[in-house]
């Protein structure tokens, strides 16, 4: 069974920046496509950004598009959200996402394993 752990997530101010990881317990990670989502309070899981396996085909949510960028480390099994330029908007439950074949899908419904969320909080 996979499990995915984030951290990074915490209380900033507009403007700062934040990076969150996750690592993932998956034997062949570097065959999986990762994605970000997060959930604000009272609102829909919404997808943040994507990456393919090999790290060679970044996807973003127009919302994010330019502050943040999304990167891996197949060797430590580890995926990253660099978010600068944070707005109070971006605050939400943060959470790493594994999809297991060669797609980018940017549905929740589609990812296959599920990290428990870092709360990202920014204040204006």
């Known amino acids: 069974q996979a499990q995915l752990v984030e951290s990074g997530g915490g209380l900033v101010q507009a403007g700062d920046s934040l990076r969150l990881s996750c690592v993932a317990s998956?034997?062949?990670?570097?065959?999986?496509?990762m994605g970000w989502f997060r959930q604000a309070p009272g609102k829909e899981r919404e997808y943040v950004a994507a990456?393919?396996?090999?790290?060679?085909?970044?996807y973003f949510a127009d919302s994010v598009k330019g502050r943040f960028t999304i990167s891996r480390d197949n060797a430590k099994n580890t995926v990253y959200l660099q978010m600068n330029s944070l707005k109070s908007e971006d605050t939400a439950v943060y959470y790493c996402?594994?999809?297991?074949?060669?797609?980018?899908?940017?549905?929740?419904?589609?990812?296959?394993?599920w990290g428990q969320g870092t709360q990202v909080t920014v204040s204006s």
């Open positions: 996402a594994a999809h297991g074949r060669d797609a980018i899908p940017r549905s929740s419904h589609e990812y296959d394993y």
């Open positions: 998956i034997r062949t990670f570097s065959r999986y496509t």
């Open positions: 990456i393919s396996w090999n790290g060679g085909r970044t």
